[in-house]
T-cell receptor
Framework: DGGITQSPKYLFRKEGQNVTLSCEQNLNHDAMYWYRQDPGQGLRLIYYSQIVNDFQKGDIAEGYSVSREKKESFPLTVTSAQKNPTAFYLC??????????????FGEGSRLTVL | GESVGLHLPTLSVQEGDNSIINCAYS??????FIWYKQESGKGPQFIID?????DKRQGQRVTVLLNKTVKHLSLQIAATQPGDSAVYFCAESPTLFFGNEKLTFGTGTRLTIIP
């Protein structure tokens, strides 16, 4: 089945540690996104990538890093510089249409808790 | 800044009844609107979208209404079923001619279907 796979589903981290969240898609989508979801807030964009080997900062990129070495993979690293990393992280992809937005396909999320 | 929000954070509906979930937006230049459904512990799923040049769009058991005069969006779910219990949130984009990185997400309404 085609879709987006995020791992791990749950992750615990000690303060000062970097962690990497995996996101893989087999939908052959060009664009991939990382969002953060906090209680009572809408999804906030961390990073996005429209094409392999290129990515852009979203609204809350500080303390995060990404790479896009392969079309199907877009891992997110939460660094120790992120002051409030405990959150639910969502990866998404979409067909990068030339003229506009497209349906976002989301993974099932990764819940990160900093101890 | 611009905001997208919801009138009610929770909504309980008897199974079989119709439900209406509302969303207000503040950017009068918004051109594209989307509704997502998010079940507990899962990623959001696309439900339906609408362009600003439309007032109404129907899908399977769902209808989205757009009132640009008062900047209001609603999602109607007909003949609700237990599987409709979820958080529903809207998203808007200032233009169709940008990618999904321009989407602004609302905080969500939790819909509970009472058997």
């Amino acid at each position: 089945d085609g879709g987006i796979t995020q791992s791990p589903k749950y992750l615990f981290r000690k303060e000062g540690q970097n962690v990497t969240l995996s996101c893989e898609q087999n939908l052959n989508h060009d664009a991939m996104y990382w969002y953060r979801q906090d209680p009572g807030q809408g999804l906030r964009l961390i990073y996005y990538s429209q094409i392999v080997n290129d990515f852009q900062k979203g609204d809350i990129a500080e303390g995060y890093s990404v790479s896009r070495e392969k079309k199907e993979s877009f891992p997110l690293t939460v660094t120790s510089a992120q002051k409030n990393p405990t959150a639910f992280y969502l990866c998404a992809s979409s067909i990068d249409r030339e003229m506009g937005t497209g349906e976002l396909f989301f993974g099932e999320g990764s819940r990160l808790t900093v101890l | 800044g611009e905001s997208v929000g919801l009138h009610l954070p929770t909504l309980s509906v008897q199974e079989g009844d119709n439900s209406i979930i509302n969303c207000a937006y503040s950017n009068s230049a918004s051109d594209y609107f989307i509704w997502y459904k998010q079940e507990s512990g899962k990623g959001p799923q696309f439900i339906i979208d609408i362009r600003s040049n439309m007032d109404k769009r129907q899908g399977q058991r769902v209808t989205v209404l757009l009132n640009k005069t008062v900047k209001h969006l609603s999602l109607q779910i007909a003949a609700t079923q237990p599987g409709d219990s979820a958080v529903y949130f809207c998203a808007e984009s200032p233009t169709l001619f940008f990618g999904n990185e321009k989407l602004t997400f609302g905080t969500g309404t939790r819909l509970t279907i009472i058997p």
